[in-house]
């Protein structure tokens, strides 16, 4: 499979390398990261029902107040019985100040192992009600914010996977990487080499792949092919890209 930096240099002409281009390999590895992350928040606001799609599991955690966590959490889940049991019950959140009651068995806001609560201190650290152990411990589900390959390392240019992240969206990352990578190049064309002809010939590709981004993230097209209806064409891009390289 093509590498993100392939299909991106493929998709928009631009050369692109480690050193002395614009952008670089680095850049377009933030780019891709920063892709990940507004693709993620644009298909959740519209379709939050996708939230399991973007999710990462944590390790298993036996401690109260140990474990800190700054993502957004979408689930909070506490073994009820022995831990190869994997009777994983939702854990409801409640305020901090409702914790004490949570431990009370007379309190209408006790939590049991069957019915736990968990909360959020103000350093981010959670406690889960009753309290874990090594057999009834607990897990999180949260929204990956460190966008990273299949091997769980940090997402780059060479990469052309990416974990925790459905794979029927990745064709809007690499749009919004090509993007991105264009407005650099024609920054660099203003500012660096005072070619305002070929920036406005780029300014016309890059208003289109936006609008084509803009179409795909709010209607939730899932890949190219369904994207027929787009009212910007794949000959409409071409022909802005092609006189583009023509300058």
């Known amino acids: 499979m093509a590498t993100f930096e392939e299909q991106i240099e493929g998709l928009t002409g631009i050369t692109i390398s480690s050193a002395n281009t614009v952008p670089t390999q680095d850049q ?19 379709n939050p029902t996708e939230v399991n799609k973007f999710v990462k599991e944590s390790d ?13 959490i979408v689930q909070v889940l506490r073994n009820a019985n022995d831990i190869n049991s994997n009777d994983w019950r939702d854990c409801s959140l409640i305020p901090q100040s409702h914790t004490s ?22 350093d981010m650290t959670i406690s889960v009600f009753p309290a874990p152990s090594s057999d009834e411990a607990f897990k999180l589900l949260y929204l990956n914010d460190e966008p990273v390959n299949e091997n769980g390392e940090s997402l780059t240019f060479s990469d052309s996977t990416i974990k925790y ?20 190049q024609m920054s660099d ?10 920036a406005t010939s780029m300014e016309r590709a890059i208003g289109l792949f936006k609008q084509r981004y803009m179409e795909a993230s709010m209607l939730g097209m899932s890949s190219p092919s369904q994207q027929e209806g787009d009212n910007v064409s794949n000959e409409e891009v071409m ?9």
């Open 28 to 46: 377009l590895s933030v780019f891709l990261r920063d892709a990940v992350r507004d693709v993620t928040r644009q298909t959740l606001t519209i």
């Open 60 to 72: 298993i955690i036996i401690n109260n107040n140990e474990y800190k966590h700054n993502a957004e």
């Open 101 to 122: 009651r949570a431990q009370d068995k007379s309190s209408l806001f006790y939590a049991s192992k069957f019915n736990p609560a968990y909360s959020v201190s103000d």
């Open 165 to 184: 992240f459905p794979k029927e969206k990745v064709h809007l990352v690499i749009l919004y990487a090509a993007i991105k990578s264009m407005e650099a």
């Open 189 to 198: 064309f203003i500012v660096v080499e005072e070619d305002f002809e070929l």
């Open 239 to 247: 022909r802005a890209i092609k006189s583009q390289k023509e300058q």
